[in-house]
């Protein structure tokens, strides 16, 4: 089964509106997780430079105020200071962490540890216990005595992942409503648009070939409905000139058959009325008189 143009016209506007939708949704939905993203690092990188200070404020890893002082800027708790810190020396032996704080998670290869050692920064996100997401930034800091330390800074991910997804939540209902809205809306449309169409339909259904007269007359129609109408309206002028014609053309012929064969029926009549006619003639003249009344009968 064919789908009407009005029907057509409706779905294309509703898939238009669909696909314009979901391309806006997946751009805002990763440009809201990106700039996110970016904030998490940006305020992972603070952290990282602020515990970084406090070492080389320590003087030495062996400092036991370091511990409080990791315990009070970054902590395991989801405050509001949602941090965890984890402090090693440069054999990746931890020297200092966050109470709570399963260290072992945050281990790094003999490749990451080297390429930290070396000025590098490792930014990573990992599932550590207690089913939470952290995204974890490793860097090196320097000692006042000249070593060197390794400083890792993790956050959960809550932050980007939570408002995203009920953005996305809030994005999806509200696309849901306006496109019950757009369907309705292309349907009342698309039915203004093929009216116009429907009474050429209307008109051409009623048009027969003994009236030809009814022109569809249409005024002020859209372009290509106008230009249908007219040339409609002209096809119908055509056929009406050339029914006309053909109309005088038999009726011309009937008037010049008629009337030679009503000279000839009267012809015959008068012959018929000869007394002195043998009986196989009269029969033949009353027969000859018969068909010349049956030909003056279809030419009429």
Excluded: C
């Amino acid at each position: 089964m064919h789908l009407s143009i009005r029907w057509r016209l409706a779905a294309g506007i509703v898939f238009a509106f669909i696909l314009t939708l979901a391309i806006i949704f997946i751009t805002v939905h990763f440009a809201l997780q990106r700039i996110l993203a970016d904030n998490l690092d940006d305020s992972l990188g603070d952290a990282a430079r602020l515990m970084q200070a406090r070492i080389l404020v320590a003087g030495s890893l062996d400092n036991p105020r370091l511990d409080d002082d990791v315990n009070q800027y970054a902590n395991a708790r989801e405050g509001s200071e949602p941090f965890i810190t984890v402090i090693r020396d440069a054999d990746g032996e931890v020297e200092a962490k966050t109470d709570n704080v399963q260290a072992e998670s945050l281990l790094l290869s003999e490749e990451e540890r080297a390429r930290v050692l070396t000025g590098g920064t490792l930014t990573d996100t990992l599932d550590l216990p207690g089913d939470k997401e952290y995204r974890v930034r490793t860097g090196r800091a320097s000692l006042a005595n000249g070593g060197v330390a390794i400083v890792q800074v993790a956050r959960v991910t809550e932050g980007v992942v939570d408002p995203v997804n009920t953005l996305l939540f809030i994005l999806f209902a509200e696309g849901v409503v306006a496109t019950i809205l757009v369907a309705g809306a292309a349907v009342w449309l698309s039915r203004g648009a093929v009216r116009p169409l429907q009474r050429v339909i209307d008109v051409a259904a009623e048009i027969q070939a003994s009236d030809l007269r009814r022109r569809i007359g249409a005024e002020r129609q859209p372009e290509e409905v106008q230009k249908l109408a007219d040339t409609f309206d002209a096809m119908l002028e055509r056929l009406e000139k050339a029914f006309s014609e053909q109309q005088h053309f038999v009726m011309d012929v009937s008037h010049e058959l008629r009337t030679p064969l009503t000279v000839l029926k009267g012809n015959i009549d008068v012959m018929l009325m000869n007394s002195d006619l043998d009986d196989e003639a009269r029969d033949q003249y009353e027969r000859m008189s018969n068909e010349v009344s049956r030909l003056i009968r279809l030419t009429s």
